[in-house]
């Protein structure tokens, strides 16, 4: 083996066992919460949190809930291997999504910014994913969120690089976990769109979001009305609420997000105006339409909703910071 190629294989493993400890470590920031308790139940959140996987098991849960299951399943068919406490599992089942999602964030981002800039990129994931859920206390139900956009980010990246079947295969198995899957269905609608991959993409992306989606509603079946947040929408969205106080609460919740976001958020935006890359004008696209399918986005205690825009803004912002290095007038 030459020098060099076992400098960078030296090089990956360093870089994969800082991965995989910042994202236990991240993940660990929310475990010890099992030993706290929740304030509005009045529960040690380790109880809460057994709670929810044994109704969810049972088939109990309030809808929506119900259907976002597959977190619950893994730690359950872990204990059936190994029989031990849910937690144990389930801690290791979201080190192991988190590590993987950032690595997906890393390639992505290396596609538009250089090396070191790509693993900034990952850092600062791992950092904001901790922040995103630090209002929470630790709970199985929140694997759902972590698997959700690791089925995202895979999507994303098998589809900027025309993978689409890898994309529809994300997308099958994000659907058990959260709706969120089926924003891979949307960025594939726009490159079809927009001319860049067959239509056979986004059909086949929208069917394997379907399929477990109708198994699910077929198990637990529920009325349309429990089907999406559609209270949240209206609560949350200026104006569609006639009633001071709604409308009162959903501009300074918005207003939040934009005050806590406001650098990154900006340097995005000059990076994605400057960027001339086509794929990432349909993933703004789709996450435009996030933003309006589920704006619990602007709810700031729940920043966990936040972390799928981190595969365009965190990488873009970068970009940005970058661009404006090389401008600047060597000495």
């Not at 990952?122 to 759902?144: M, P, Q, R, W």
């Not at 609608?189 to 379907?210: K, L, N, Q």
């Not at 900006?266 to 339409?289: K, P």
Request: aromatic share 14%; proline share 5%; hydrophobic share 60%.
């Amino acid at each position: 083996m030459t020098e060099p190629k076992a400098g960078r294989r030296k090089l990956t493993a360093i870089l994969l066992a800082g991965l995989l400890l910042f994202s236990g470590w991240s993940v660990y920031t929310r475990y010890v919460d099992l030993h706290h308790f929740d304030l509005v139940t009045r529960m040690p959140f380790r109880d809460l949190s057994m709670m929810q996987y044994n109704e969810t098991l049972a088939g109990t849960r309030p809808f929506p809930y119900q259907w976002r299951v597959l977190g619950f399943w893994i730690a359950r068919a872990g204990t059936m291997i190994a029989p031990v406490d849910p937690h144990a599992i389930d801690i290791a089942v979201k080190t192991l999504a988190l590590a993987a999602s950032t690595a997906l964030l890393y390639m992505f981002a290396a596609t538009i910014v250089s090396q070191l800039g790509a693993v900034l990129a990952a850092v600062a994931y791992l950092f904001i994913t901790a922040a995103a859920f630090s209002a929470e206390g630790y709970a199985i139900y929140f694997t759902n969120d972590y698997l959700a956009i690791l089925s995202f980010f895979a999507g994303v990246v098998a589809l900027q690089r025309k993978h689409w079947w890898l994309a529809a295969l994300a997308a099958f198995g994000g659907a058990w976990a959260k709706e969120t899957a089926m924003l891979i269905a949307f960025v594939a609608g726009f490159e079809a769109i927009r001319g860049r991959i067959t239509w056979a993409a986004p059909i086949a992306c929208g069917v394997a979001f379907a399929i477990p989606t109708l198994i699910l509603r077929t198990i637990y079946p529920a009325p349309i009305s429990e089907w999406a947040w559609w209270d949240t929408f209206r609560m949350n969205v200026p104006f569609l609420v006639w009633d001071p106080i709604v409308i009162s609460k959903s501009l300074r919740d918005n207003l939040k997000v934009l005050l806590f976001f406001n650098v990154m958020l900006y340097l995005a935006w000059r990076g994605w105006r400057r960027a001339n890359d086509a794929f990432m004008v349909s993933l703004a696209l789709t996450l435009a339409c996030y933003v309006v399918l589920a704006w619990m986005v602007v709810y700031i205690r729940e920043l966990r909703h936040l972390l799928p825009f981190m595969i365009l803004v965190i990488p873009l912002a970068i970009a940005e910071l970058e661009a404006n290095l090389r401008a600047e007038p060597s000495c």
